[in-house]
Structure formats: structure tokens, C-alpha cells
């Protein structure tokens, strides 16, 4: 019979605190669940957003991680679609395919466990970590910084045993949601202009998204320069850095674009940021997405006029990209070769150093820090 096993993960006591690495004990997975032995993890702006207690779902203690590549080690009764050995991502969108939202086919944001995995729970309300006999929780329904973790079946994608982990633990978050917000979201087609606000892992892999899309001009704006080399290696025409102009960006892509962008995308998670990109796009019929993720209280806004007059604003959730049906495609078209990974992948580090990519990340100089187990 399958045990409870002891595990090291980067625990998150209290926000603002460093992780704490630890040995916690994972439960052997219940009815419905997988337990998986994570071989490697992104770390997200959202990790640094939660832990900066700006989330509003931020519950503490937890282990945080949610772009992360595994491997079965067990599965709870009941679980037909995954067996031991099977290579898995982690899915903090699941896909049940029998709620409203997965019927619909209208959206990729599956409501079926939702509320709980909100709560740091799993489905039926409890947690399979702990320290001690005391419940650690979990975060997106993941919690990948950590060596073994436990999933619900529906959150779990099976992908090739040919795609290396450590390089497509980043389609479990950053590069689907850029790419994903691009082609399944705003739909970019040949031709159209796009401006992207943000180059972290979201931003550049927006511009890989119009890039495929060939768009015909992509816009890359941020405030670190050092982020332009790779944007343009990836194809973006012009870089941007809005702190070199006296006049809101939105005018200068304005100017710049005869009227406006078709598309533009905010990676950021700055609702001044969020304005500024709907109104650098095009009257009567340029579209907003926001994709970057903003804390507790912050609101947007801009003047109605800009959406009389034609302009759409949306967001987009993992890229509108339904994990458990369409993630496995995207590790194809990976393995294919049309699209890289390894440029993303700026570091890497063992868990003991989790909190050194953190730094990296608030001071600019990483793109994507992949933790190795
Ligand atoms: P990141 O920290 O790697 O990148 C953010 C980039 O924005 C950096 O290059 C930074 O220099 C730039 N920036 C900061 N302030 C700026 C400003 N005022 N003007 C221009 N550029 C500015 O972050 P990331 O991992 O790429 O995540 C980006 C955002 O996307 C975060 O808010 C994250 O929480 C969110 N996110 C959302 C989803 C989703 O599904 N909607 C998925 C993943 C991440
Ligand atoms: N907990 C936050 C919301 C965070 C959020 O918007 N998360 C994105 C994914 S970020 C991945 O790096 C998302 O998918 N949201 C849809 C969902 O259902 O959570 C808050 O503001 O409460
Ligand atoms: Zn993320
Ligand atoms: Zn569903």
C-alpha cells in the first residue's frame, strides 16, 4: 500500500519571509489523485506576487511553485488516464471536462475545483502536506518546490517521455500563457501590429506568439534594457523604454503606428501599465489582453470613450490553452522544433538556492530560474 514519504520543499511561512527549506511529509494520494515526484520548476512572477502578500488568495504556510515538470510515482483509486511513470505538467487551469465552463467551450478556466484549490486545499477540503502532524497548503492547486507533491488527475497534462522536463516545466506557465494570449486569446493574424508590455518570461514568449502569428510590426516595451537582445532575437522590430520619452507611451506608439496597435498585451501586472496599453490601441477595433496579474485593491480604469470608440479590453488565464487536451500538442510543436526554450532558461539552481532566484527575478537580471530536484 502506497505511504505517506517524506519530502524536501521550500516552505513559505509567512509572505515577505524567505522560503525555508524543510523535510514535510506528503500523503499518498486519495481518491481521484496522482503523486508526483517533481523533477523540475519554474519560478513565476506570481510565486514573487503571492509571496509578497499582495495576493488575495495568498494563504500561508504553503509550498508555492506552479510551472514545474514530474514524473508519476502513484496514483489513488479510481485514476484511469495516468500510471507510474508517466511524464506529467501540472495544470493550475485543470480541465474536468464535464463543468459548465469545460462544456461551454467557450473558456479554458475549468470551476470544478476552483474554490478549493483557492484555499490551498485539495478537492475535499484537506491538504496532503505536512510538518510535524501540523497541515502545510498548497498553492494553485501545484506547489511544485517541492520534491513530491500530490494532484488531482484533472490537473495533470501527460506529456512526452521524450521532452526534457527541466525545458518544458515552462510551458506549465510563462511561455503557454505568452504564447497562448497571442494566438488563442487575441487571435494575432498575418499582418496585424502588436505592441507588448513587459519582456519576463510572459512578454518574450508573446513575442514568440507573433512571431509565429507574423504580425507584421511587435512592439517591445519595458523599462530594463537589458531584456531588448533577446526580445529582438525573438523578433520583436522595435524596443521601447517609455522612461526615454516626456509624453505617456501610449502617444508614442500612437505616433508611431498610424493610429494605434491591432493588439496589445500587458505582462507586467502595473494597472497604469494596463491603460496605457489599451490606448495605444487602434480606434474602432484595437484589443487589450491582460495577462499580468495585480494585487489586492488595485483597480483599473481609463475613460469610457476609449471603449465607445471601439477599443476591447480582455485577459487571458495560461494563455486561453486547455492544459490536459492542448498542453501535450504544445510539447509536440516543442519537439519539433518551432519554438525554443532554453533561451528562457537563464538559470538554474538546486532547491537550497530557491530564494537566490527570487532575487534574480527583483533585480532583472533572469528571465526564467529553473530549480532542479
Ligand atoms: P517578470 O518579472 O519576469 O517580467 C516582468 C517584466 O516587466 C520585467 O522585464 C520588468 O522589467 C518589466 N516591467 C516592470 N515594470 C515595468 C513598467 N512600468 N513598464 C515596462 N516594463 C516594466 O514577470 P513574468 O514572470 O513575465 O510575469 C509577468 C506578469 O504576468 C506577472 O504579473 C505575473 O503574475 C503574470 N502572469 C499571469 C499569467 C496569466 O495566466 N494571466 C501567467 C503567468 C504570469
Ligand atoms: N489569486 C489572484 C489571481 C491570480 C491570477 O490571476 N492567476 C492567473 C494565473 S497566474 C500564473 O502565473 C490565473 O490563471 N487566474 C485565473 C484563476 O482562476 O485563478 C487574485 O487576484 O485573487
Ligand atoms: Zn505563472
Ligand atoms: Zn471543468
Not at 19 to 47: F, K, N, W, Y
Not at 151 to 159: F, M, R, S, Y
Request: proline share 4%; aromatic share 6%; net charge negative.
Amino acid at each position: 500500500m502506497t505511504q505517506s514519504i517524506k519530502s524536501r520543499a521550500a516552505v513559505a511561512w509567512a509572505p515577505n519571509q524567505p522560503l525555508s527549506i524543510e523535510e514535510v511529509d506528503v500523503m499518498p494520494p486519495q481518491a481521484g489523485e496522482v503523486r508526483i515526484r517533481v523533477v523540475a520548476s519554474g519560478v513565476c512572477h506570481t510565486d514573487a506576487y503571492t509571496l509578497s502578500g499582495e495576493d488575495p488568495e495568498g494563504n500561508f504556510p504553503a509550498i508555492m511553485g506552479h510551472e514545474g515538470g514530474g514524473i508519476v510515482e502513484s496514483v489513488g483509486e479510481g485514476v484511469t488516464s495516468l500510471q507510474v511513470g508517466d511524464h506529467v505538467i501540472p495544470l493550475y487551469t485543470p480541465e474536468c471536462g464535464e463543468c459548465k465552463l469545460c462544456v461551454s467551450g467557450k473558456t479554458n478556466l475549468c470551476q470544478k475545483i476552483r474554490d478549493t484549490q483557492g484555499k490551498g486545499l485539495m478537492p475535499d477540503g484537506t491538504s496532503r502536506f505536512s510538518l510535524n502532524g501540523e497541515p502545510i497548503l498548497h498553492y494553485m492547486g501545484c506547489s511544485t518546490f517541492s520534491e513530491y507533491t500530490v494532484l488531482p488527475e484533472i490537473a495533470l497534462a501527460k506529456v512526452s517521455k521524450e521532452a526534457p522536463l527541466e525545458e518544458v516545466c515552462l510551458l506549465g506557465c510563462g511561455v503557454t500563457t505568452g504564447m497562448g494570449a497571442v494566438m488563442n486569446t487575441a487571435k494575432v493574424e498575418e499582418g496585424d501590429t502588436v505592441a507588448i508590455f513587459g519582456m519576463g518570461g510572459i512578454g518574450l514568449s508573446a513575442v514568440i506568439g507573433a512571431t509565429m502569428a507574423k504580425a507584421s510590426r511587435i512592439i517591445a516595451i519595458d523599462i530594463n534594457e537589458s531584456k531588448f537582445e533577446l526580445a529582438r532575437q525573438l523578433g520583436a522590430t522595435d524596443c521601447i523604454n517609455p522612461n526615454d520619452y516626456d509624453k505617456p507611451i501610449q502617444e508614442v506608439i500612437t505616433e508611431l503606428t498610424d493610429g494605434g496597435v491591432d493588439y496589445s498585451f500587458e505582462c507586467i501586472g502595473n494597472v497604469d501599465v494596463m491603460r496605457s496599453a489599451l490606448e495605444c490601441c487602434h480606434k474602432g477595433w484595437g484589443e487589450s489582453v491582460i495577462i499580468g496579474v495585480a494585487g489586492a485593491g488595485q483597480e483599473i480604469s481609463t475613460r469610457p470613450f476609449q471603449l465607445v470608440t471601439g477599443r476591447v479590453w480582455k485577459g487571458s488565464a495560461f494563455g486561453g490553452v486547455k492544459g490536459r487536451t492542448e498542453l501535450p500538442g504544445l510539447v509536440e510543436r516543442y519537439m519539433q522544433g518551432e519554438f525554443r526554450l532554453d533561451d528562457f532558461i537563464t538559470h538554474t539552481m538546486g532547491l537550497d538556492d530557491i530564494n537566490h532566484a527570487f532575487d534574480l527575478m527583483h533585480e532583472g537580471k533572469s528571465i526564467r530560474s529553473v530549480i532542479h530536484f
